[in-house]
């Protein structure tokens, strides 16, 4: 089998792909319920301030913070109750000195008071409160604006939207979001060796059970994507060549695993006029990208390895997205090596602070990735990291 003449180093390769895609223009507005991980299309400012007024943070009274300066148990200061309130009622009361109004947590703060006493606080006996702790000016009390101030972009063009964002949205009055529309990505999977179906006389007799295809639609589909599953095909090269241009014309992108390389039955990367062919990582060296085209391997670890190292980066650029990887900190459980002139993609276990890596090579073996949480990068420069180094671990 041929080898590659030359082997593109990773970033040089992740800057030729990336150079060669330009964000999808179109944008669709949808319903918060179905916004949970897409993109937002442009900035949102609030149109409101939240909260909208002053109000209570807890349960108690509220009061003139004045009033309670000299309170303590054993000489409290008294005070009477006014009015009594629940949230989402206003109450049309003065607090003056001398009085306080009893409310719950989030109710408006009425006119003249400045503070709320936690109701643990007072002993009440009718309408009178004994005050036995003094409060400040401000204690207890949410101002209005102090989440979100009206007009302030809230979220920036790009954002993933997590729960906690639809959450925000929904609290200041949306009820849809613009986000960019998702790309479509073809998957096509060839090799001759593939089944679809378990069948133990087929299994004896040295096929395999595809698996690439569940896994690329659902990193697809987690990474901004709408997968297009295109089939499972044999080593047939007029088959895949006319699949891959069916592709091309209906996707934006179109993922390719098998004959990536150079054996007898490896077509996939003859049909594409490729930027780039064989790469420096490890695993999944020979990947080649060109033409919207990712051509890939057929073993599903070094799918995994390229679809998080390219094409993962490939549909954030489609879709404009931004802090789209969850990376953390972590101390080395242990020494890992590494070759020089490969960049390493490190499959490892993370947790509390430490990362662990797995110690299962090949890849074929799916349960490596099943045992692990995320992954190190070893750049081409580095021999490895000895174990107690802190590294950067991208979570999956």
């Known amino acids: 089998m041929r080898e590659f003449k030359r082997l593109t180093p990773y970033r040089e390769a992740l800057r030729l792909l990336l150079d060669d895609l330009s964000e999808v223009d179109e944008v669709e507005e949808i319903p918060l319920k179905e916004a949970l991980g897409r993109v937002l299309a442009e900035d949102v400012a609030s149109p409101i ?41 206003e109450s049309k009361a003065k607090v003056e000195s001398g009085t306080a109004v009893k409310l719950m947590t989030g109710s408006k703060m009425p006119e ?25 000016p401000g204690q207890n009390v949410a101002f209005k604006g102090e989440d979100v101030k009206k007009g302030e972009i809230i979220l920036g063009k790009g954002q993933v939207l997590r729960p906690q964002d639809l959450a925000l949205l929904k609290g200041i009055g949306f009820k849809t979001v613009k986000v960019k529309r998702k790309p479509r990505v073809g998957i096509i999977v060839t090799g001759d060796e593939l089944i679809e179906e378990l069948n133990e006389e087929a299994l004896k007799a040295g096929k395999i059970l595809e698996s690439n295809s569940v896994m690329l639609e659902s990193l697809v589909r987690k990474y901004f994507g709408e997968p297009v599953f295109y089939g499972v095909f044999p080593d047939d090269e007029e088959k895949i060549q006319s699949t891959i241009e069916k592709a091309k014309t209906e996707c934006d992108l179109v993922l390719v695993t098998g004959g990536s390389a150079f054996g007898e039955k490896d077509f996939a990367h003859k049909f594409v006029k490729l930027l780039f062919h064989g790469t420096t990582i490890k695993p999944g060296r020979p990947v080649g990208y060109g033409e919207r085209v990712f051509i890939m391997s057929g073993y599903p670890v070094a799918v995994f390895a390229q679809f998080h190292l390219y094409v993962k980066h490939a549909l954030a650029k489609l879709v404009g997205a931004k802090n789209y990887e969850v990376r953390v900190k972590a101390t080395l459980a242990e020494r890992i090596p590494s070759q ?26 799916i349960s490596s990735l099943v045992e692990s949480n995320g992954y190190i990068e070893i750049p081409e420069d580095s021999e490895g990291y000895l174990e107690g180094n802190v590294v950067i671990v991208v979570l999956y």
């Not at 003249?112 to 006996?125: C, I």
């Open 49 to 89: 301030d939240s909260p909208p007024f002053d109000r209570s943070a807890v349960d108690g009274y509220a009061l003139r913070a004045e009033d309670t300066f000299s309170a303590r148990e054993y000489s409290p200061v008294e005070l009477r109750v006014i009015d009594e309130i629940v949230a989402g009622e």
């Open 112 to 136: 003249g008071a400045n503070a709320v006493l936690m109701q643990e606080m007072a002993e009440r006996e009718g309408d009178i409160i004994r005050v036995l702790r003094p409060v400040a």
């Open 340 to 365: 020089l002139g490969r960049h390493e993609f490190v499959k490892v276990w993370y947790e509390n602070g430490k990362a662990r890596p797995i110690k299962k090579k090949g890849s074929g073996i």
